[in-house]
């Protein structure tokens, strides 16, 4: 039965409590909301009842594929977005990403194939997903990058289709990519300086990294979000430079606090916590102003004055936004994540080629999205606990 699919999920000792916002209270007392909902409408009439949730439905395809229960975890959590590693595979060897010694690669026939993953994806987007991110290793060394992106722009629902990328072949292959589909991207870059660049990624090309990201902007990507991981003693110093690239431009700089994965010699002493990287761009640009976030939204946004594109910084360690998380990952084997930070996975690849319907995908899907839990933990425990490193999970 589907049962021997489903892997087990490890276990912790930690114990969440469940947002109040999503209990309701009965005649026996409080309970889950989850609990008495039997059918998709009365789920979204629910969703409408509290004010926090009812934000979230600017989410939920209403006039292509309904909700399924199956995206929705036992917190009241709506997973409309869904990040697809492509390939385990990079043209960099960015220090944060990956261990010096490098690792090992998953042998290529255990990786999906662009059926796989194209049936996978429609299994999601069918469900109610109705926005899609690529990433790797680096999405663009995919030889069928272009097809997938052509078949996966065409699924019904699908609203968005990303693209995380290191940029270092993006400026040639960008066009092709927009016309087959491609509606957002991000590019990575942790220094503006090429000497810098190379010992980070322990590779030649931050001239080529910034040729794509002009040329996404030529092509009329806006706005063209960068990626910047801050570490201590690295890149900190560049902070309001890379701000500045905002100024005249459709870029939205987003800086990353530094995260612990197996691998990456994560210390927190590395780490520049949000607050000192906002006081840093606050005192040279003081009109710096928080924008509207969106209750999904992975990072704070801001806006200065006089300047084309925006600021944004993403604060998993000293301020995660689990309560809002709206996010699956689908690695490059196949596997199912339903938090970066938990080492939990369930493969999909294995039922798939044992010939599993899409109901018994679903149910697989389903299970562990409802194992999901109500936050990670604090970076302290992260740095402590197996998990994968960057280069397989997917950035």
């Given amino acids: 039965m589907l049962s021997r699919y489903v892997f087990k999920f490890t276990k912790s000792t930690s114990r969440f409590r ?6 309701v209270n009965s005649g026996n007392g409080s309970h889950s909301a989850m609990a008495s909902i039997e059918d998709e409408g009365s789920f979204i009439g629910w969703m409408r009842s509290y004010g926090t949730c009812a934000k979230l439905l600017e989410d939920v395809p209403r006039d292509d594929n309904p909700v399924s229960q ?3 975890d036992s917190f009241g959590r709506l997973h409309t977005y869904l990040r697809i590693s492509l390939t385990e595979r990079c043209n960099l060897r960015c220090q944060y990403c990956m261990p010096a010694e490098g690792v090992d690669l998953t042998p290529n026939p255990q990786i999906l194939s662009q059926n796989e993953i194209v049936r996978l994806a429609n299994l999601f987007t069918s469900s109610g997903v109705n926005k899609i991110r690529l990433t790797g290793g680096e999405p663009t060394v995919r030889k069928d990058i272009e097809d997938i992106c052509l078949h996966l722009a065409n699924l019904k629902g699908l609203k968005t289709l990303a693209m995380t990328t290191n940029g270092l072949t993006l400026a040639r292959k960008l066009p ?10 991000n590019i990575s870059l942790d220094t503006l300086v090429p000497a810098k660049f190379e010992f980070m990624t322990r590779r030649k090309g931050h001239h080529k990294v910034m040729e794509s990201i002009n040329a996404a902007i030529d092509l009329g990507y806006d706005p063209v979000k960068v990626n910047c991981v801050v570490m201590r003693g690295f890149n900190d110093d560049e902070i309001c430079d890379f701000v500045e ?6 870029i939205n700089i987003r800086f990353i606090e530094f995260m612990p994965f197996d691998g990456n010699v994560w210390n927190v002493k590395k780490l520049v916590p949000y607050a000192e990287m906002f006081d840093r761009v606050v005192r ?3 009109s710096l102003s928080r924008l509207q976030d969106h209750p999904t939204e992975t990072a704070k946004n801001f806006k200065i004055d006089g300047h084309r594109g925006a600021v ?26 339903v938090c970066l930070f938990g080492p939990s996975e369930v493969s999909l690849r294995d039922p798939l080629r044992s010939g599993a319907d899409d109901n018994e995908l679903r149910e697989v899907i389903e299970a562990a999205v409802k194992r999901k839990k109500a936050s990670h933990a604090g970076m302290f425990d992260i ?3 197996a998990n994968r490193p960057m280069i397989h999970i997917g950035g």
């Fill in 18 to 23: 469940k947002p109040s916002s999503l209990l």
């Fill in 70 to 72: 199956m995206l929705v």
């Fill in 176 to 185: 092709k990519l927009k016309e087959c589909g491609l509606t957002s991207l």
């Fill in 245 to 250: 690239l905002t100024r005249e431009k459709p």
């Fill in 284 to 286: 040279q640009f003081p």
């Fill in 312 to 337: 944004s910084f993403i604060t998993s360690m000293t301020e995660h936004f689990c309560t809002g998380c709206n996010r699956l990952r689908l690695l490059a084997d196949g596997n199912l994540k």
């Fill in 383 to 385: 740095a402590k606990t």
